[in-house]
């Protein structure tokens, strides 16, 4: 289902379908990636005017596209300056990311073995990426917790985010104490309007 058209929006949806019958995750999420930033410099596509619109305390979430017979969504994300995530995770499915303006910082972690105490989790940096224009990204489970954050004190970063399912709660993991540890919350996510 399309939230709203948009300059070059069925040739997304066809490089998206393709990718998704490949079968495995792997082979869909590497055909995501390429096609992602691909399409993102050929500069084919035009996203709504909508989506480089901030929110003001919080980035904005829009879903463009669900697909009712494969079952994933297109989210394009608003960043504005200094906006980010805690560390959170995808409740276990696949996502491919792409940074179509601005600059985004996304930071990888591993859960450590062992809690840090009772509902507390332990996270380890592993990787760090500054993400520009036409790149992308794959996040798959286990390997899916991260955060993202717009480096810039004065820029907007608009990203668009391909998910294996409807993206509609995630858990969200805030600093607790020392020792790298956090607790873990379920966090609803909610959409901003696409117009």
Not at 10 to 32: F, R
Request: charged content about 20%.
């Amino acid at each position: 289902m399309l939230t709203t058209e948009f300059p070059g929006c069925e040739t997304l949806i066809h490089a998206i379908d393709a990718a998704v019958s490949k079968g495995s995750t792997p082979a869909i999420t590497d055909s995501l990636r390429n096609s992602l930033c691909k399409l993102i410099q050929s500069k084919e596509i035009v996203l709504p005017a909508c989506v480089f619109e901030t929110a003001q305390d919080r980035y904005a979430r829009r879903e463009l596209y669900h697909s009712d017979e494969l079952g994933y969504c297109v989210v394009a994300m608003t960043w504005g300056p200094g906006q980010g995530t805690p560390i959170h995770d995808h409740c276990g499915m696949w996502c491919v990311e792409g940074v179509w303006s601005g600059a985004l910082e996304v930071v990888q972690y591993e859960r450590l073995p062992g809690e840090g105490g009772e509902e507390l989790y332990r996270f380890q940096p592993v990787g760090s990426i500054q993400a520009g224009p036409g790149s992308a990204g794959s996040l798959i489970p286990p390997h899916e917790y991260h955060t993202i954050r717009n480096p810039s004190d004065d820029t907007v970063a608009v990203s668009l985010h391909i998910y294996s399912g409807n993206m509609t709660h995630c858990a969200v993991f805030e600093p607790k104490g020392g020792d790298r540890c956090y607790k873990r919350q379920d966090r609803q996510l909610s959409l901003d309007p696409v117009n």
